[in-house]
């Protein structure tokens, strides 16, 4: 069974610096896609970014970029220019290419973000 | 506009009274899955439904039941609710027909409280 680590319970970073939120999974597959998720304090579940593993660019949306080391299997977040506004609780998941689409989620990561 | 729904927001029951959280969504797609969230541990899928007719057990899926009688409609059925059925759940929808087709859109959650 998959799993997957999220070391950081907590994190913080001062308003327009960088942060980085760690993730690494454990797979024996090669084919699986890999998300991280934002929970603000409405507790909606946002897609953040994603990745194929099939792809070797990391994927970049806007201030949010990964760094995937599919060898490692590590999947690290990196906001920059940080803003209040991304203060919330950060989850990695895992998909599997198989045929339950189920996403294996860390424990996730509180962050906050100092003004 | 593209959404999932669930409802109640919100219950507070008793223990062993029979309750059902509704989840629809209006994206026809295929594959809809339920989640339930608790502090520490992320999300764990209870059930899942890969189209009409088609359900099976995710990880934790004692205590529930679903049906999937339309392609929009995914309950989550508590026959006799117990306490440690207190939890965050979550209703996820995606398509399954094409690899680019992975993003799991999330309904807003349902906090349950079992007395």
């Known amino acids: 069974a998959q799993t997957v680590t999220q070391s950081q319970p907590e994190m913080s970073v001062q308003e327009a610096e960088t942060v980085t939120l760690s993730c690494t999974y454990d797979?024996?597959?090669?084919?699986?896609?890999l998300f991280w998720y934002k929970q603000p304090p409405s507790r909606q579940m946002i897609l953040v970014i994603r990745?194929?593993?099939?792809?070797?660019q990391n994927a970049t949306e806007n201030r949010f970029s990964v760094n995937f080391q599919k060898a490692a299997k590590s999947f690290s977040l990196k906001i920059s220019d940080s803003q209040l506004g991304d203060a919330a609780m950060y989850f990695c998941?895992?998909?599997?290419?198989?045929?339950?689409?189920?996403?294996?989620f860390g424990k996730g990561t509180l962050l906050t973000v100092n003004p | 506009e593209a959404q999932v729904t669930q409802n109640p927001r919100y219950l507070i029951t008793v223990t062993g009274k029979k309750l059902t959280v509704t989840c629809s969504q209006n994206?026809?797609?295929?594959?809809m899955s339920w989640y339930r969230q608790d502090p520490g541990l992320g999300l764990r899928q209870i059930y899942y439904?890969?189209?009409?007719?088609?359900?099976d057990k995710g990880d934790v899926p004692e205590g529930y039941k679903v049906s999937r009688k339309e392609k929009r409609n995914f309950p989550l059925i508590l026959e006799s609710p117990s306490p440690n059925q207190t939890s965050l759940y979550f209703c996820?929808?995606?398509?399954?027909?094409?690899?680019?087709?992975?993003?799991?859109?999330f309904g807003p959650g349902t906090r349950l409280t079992v007395t």
């Open positions: 996820a929808s995606s398509l399954s027909i094409t690899r680019l087709s992975y993003e799991q859109y």
């Open positions: 797979t024996s597959e090669s084919d699986y896609y």
């Open positions: 990745q194929e593993a099939y792809k070797q």
């Open positions: 998941a895992y998909r599997s290419g198989g045929s339950n689409y189920k996403l294996t």
């Open positions: 994206m026809n797609h295929e594959y």
């Open positions: 439904s890969m189209n009409v007719e088609v359900t």
